[in-house]
């Protein structure tokens, strides 16, 4: 039979103490509506009582609720000596006006005793009279017990009283909470199986709020699931304080692709949406996207050696342990100076070096001796997919370059203001033959760097002829310095990232010369853009 796991997603206040991530109230109503869309069945928004932002994000959300997911506001059980409906922070959880309360409470008596600093039995006090307090306002209501599996393993009658207290006062499920995320996944089943003793005689569910501490927060999720936990806590991509938490992602893939579809996540088609939506989720707290991350990233389905290659080619299966295309992902072969045949007769397919399914071997061995020679100049393709299918199309003789730089130039002004206080601005100034008349232009623009403004130069000077340029935006930059004994006569590699609306794409640069090394990327990321716009209006000509 299938099991039913419900996923609550606290991407919006647990993923939120993430250092240096910070949502907008904009950010979070637009996580809400995608997190709906995706199947998560529960939406944590924050906790009303701590700040303005969070307050305002239920009034919002409130009055566009979520189409299928439940919104959960956060809070705690009431202070030490004050009675529920005296409360401030109970006051608010209830005004909140979301349907689910989730109320965290102290499972270890350690944690009660010398932390809260209130005795074991006004501990229990505390839990019982909150969640009565909540369910007496119409709520559902989840009891996180914090530090359960700590408490357990310290004294595990009061640990799984807390659970027995929580359940006795209404709560729909208890949360067992590996507060410090150093628990093994044999101790979280064996806590999960005691804690479903103690409190399904009183019809409470259990669930897992896994951290990630010694990287097993995906294993430890899975372990309670199998120990019979019906809701897993978590957030989207893992992010979270210290270590992060659980990864939503992952956890929903491997139960419904790898648990012989006995337990059943998300909603239908929802699955083939999770690396659009992992990425998403990267774009909006403005970091680069993990490529090693399972299921979902650049790397995850990436092949370099030539004997995986072969066979991936004769069997997906041999190499790969789920079809790319069940999580929205894509199979990639890398050409370096490690590929063989298999790994450029794939390349082939992929980038049409062949006719009528014929591989020109000639073509191939060629693409093959370029990409060794340029990555023992430093180059390296496995970022770069733009400027690989540039040097292949080169190769085929079907490249015709949009620009030709004359010279550029960049400096740095500073101006004194006074003793203590100096303005800075980056300049660059590019000339260029452009297009098939060969016109000149030259432009001249700042940047915040050297780099930024070359950038908004070569914009500036190609996107009148070229308006399509402004569809392109730059992502993401890395530095590499690739022989460092050399001091500043290091080589350097400059890999750029950019996308336009429906693809991102990688090209890099290498010189000792890290200005001209950017040049060489950014003029290729351009190149590749105008290609690629040339290709779609040959092909809307011919249909």
Not at 435 to 461: F, Q, Y
Not at 465 to 489: C, F, H, Q, W
């Amino acid at each position: 039979m299938t099991v039913r796991i419900e996923l609550y997603d606290t991407t919006l206040r647990d993923g939120a103490q993430t250092e240096g991530v910070s949502f907008s109230l904009s950010d979070k109503l637009l996580a809400t509506a995608r997190l709906d869309e995706i199947g998560i069945d529960y939406v944590e928004g924050g906790y009303p009582a701590s700040n303005e932002k969070d307050k305002a994000f239920f009034e919002r959300v409130a009055q566009k609720p979520p189409k299928k997911a439940l919104v959960c506001a956060f809070g705690m059980t009431r202070r030490k000596g004050v009675r529920p409906q005296d409360d401030a922070g109970l006051a608010s959880l209830v005004a909140s006006g979301a349907p689910v309360l989730t109320i965290v409470g102290k499972a270890s008596a350690f944690q009660a005793q010398d932390v809260v600093c209130v005795s074991l039995e006004e501990n229990l006090a505390m839990i019982d009279e909150t969640l009565r307090f909540a369910v007496d306002a119409g709520k559902r209501v989840f009891f996180d017990a914090e530090h359960f599996f700590d408490g357990w393993k310290e004294n595990a009658e009061y640990a799984l009283e807390t659970l027995r207290t929580a359940a006795r006062a209404g709560a729909a499920s208890v949360v067992l909470c590996d507060t410090n995320g150093g628990t093994l996944p044999d101790e979280i089943a064996a806590g999960t199986k005691a804690a479903l003793d103690a409190v399904s005689p009183f019809g409470a569910t259990v669930g897992i709020h896994a951290h990630n501490d010694c990287g097993l927060a995906i294993a430890n999720s899975l372990a309670a699931v199998e120990a019979g936990a019906t809701l897993v806590q978590g957030t989207i991509n893992g992010i979270g304080e210290r270590c992060g938490n659980a990864d939503l992602i992952a956890v929903s893939a491997i139960l419904a692709l790898k648990k012989g579809g006995r337990f059943d996540v998300l909603r239908p088609g929802s699955l083939e949406k999770l690396t659009q939506f992992s990425r998403f989720m990267d774009e909006l707290v403005n970091v680069a996207p993990d490529p090693r991350r399972p299921f979902v990233g650049r790397s995850a389905f990436a092949h370099k050696g030539g004997m995986h290659v072969s066979g991936v080619n004769r069997s997906s299966a041999s190499y790969e342990h789920i079809a790319p295309e069940a999580v929205g992902n894509e199979r990639r072969v890398l050409v370096s100076e490690l590929a063989g045949r298999s790994n450029l007769v794939a390349c082939a397919k992929k980038y049409r070096l062949e006719e009528n399914g014929v591989v020109d071997a000639e073509t191939v061995k060629a693409v093959l001796d370029a990409v060794t020679r340029k990555e023992s100049a430093g180059y390296q393709y496995e970022a770069a997919d733009g400027s690989l299918k540039l040097l292949v199309q080169k190769i085929k003789g079907e490249f015709r370059s949009s620009f030709r730089r004359l010279n550029y130039q960049t400096s740095v002004v500073v101006n004194d203001v006074n003793e203590s206080l100096t303005t800075k601005a980056t300049v660059a100034t590019v000339k260029l033959r452009v297009g098939k008349r060969g016109e000149i232009r030259h432009e001249v623009a700042e940047g915040d760097g050297p780099v930024d403004a070359l950038n908004n130069a070569l914009r500036k000077a190609l996107q009148p002829i070229y308006p399509e340029l402004g569809e392109m935006k730059l992502v993401d930059y890395k530095v590499r310095v690739l022989n460092s004994d050399a001091a500043t006569a290091a080589t350097t590699r400059v890999v750029i990232e950019s996308k336009d609306g429906d693809e991102r794409w990688g090209t890099v640069g290498v010189s000792e010369n890290v200005v001209e090394a950017s040049w060489i990327a950014l003029c290729d990321s351009i190149e590749y853009k105008l290609s690629k716009s040339l290709r779609n209006k040959k092909r809307d000509a011919e249909n």
